[in-house]
Nanobody
Framework: VQLQASGGGLVQAGGSLRLSCVVSGFTLNRPAVGWFRQAPGKEREGVSCLSTWNDITHYADAVKGRFTISRDTAKNTVYLQMNNLRPEDTAVYYC???????????????????WGAGTLVTVSS
């Protein structure tokens, strides 16, 4: 099981970025997959997660209405569309899964077993 995140970069406040997470070793029709972030000096937090078997999503309060998680099963890819970015969104973003979790809420609030390398998002003011 592997996950490969990409799409980070530098953007001005109010701008947008789309992160991509290509997965391998499993299919996007059973486990939950999600995006997490860790800002300097802060703990890692769940940003958004998707239950791939029923398309139920979960979002952290800080990103509701600005971020959207989606997937393309044919491409084995999960996306995080981030709009109206703020300086406080600056962090390293990771995608993660746990084959034992099918609930988006449980994944985002738990400790996923499998992580991809992070991609840095920097939002300037």
């Amino acid at each position: 099981v592997q996950l490969q995140a990409s799409g980070g970069g530098l953007v001005q406040a109010g701008g947008s970025l789309r992160l991509s997470c290509v997965v391998s070793g499993f299919t996007l029709n059973r486990p939950a997959v999600g995006w997490f972030r860790q800002a300097p000096g802060k703990e890692r937090e769940g940003v958004s997660c998707l239950s791939t078997w029923n398309d139920i999503t979960h979002y952290a309060d800080a990103v509701k209405g600005r971020f959207t998680i989606s997937r393309d099963t044919a491409k084995n890819t999960v996306y995080l569309q981030m709009n109206n970015l703020r300086p406080e969104d600056t962090a390293v973003y990771y995608c993660a899964t746990d084959l034992g979790h099918s609930s988006s809420y449980a994944l985002c609030n738990g400790r996923p077993s499998t992580w991809g390398a992070g991609t840095l998002v920097t939002v300037s003011s």
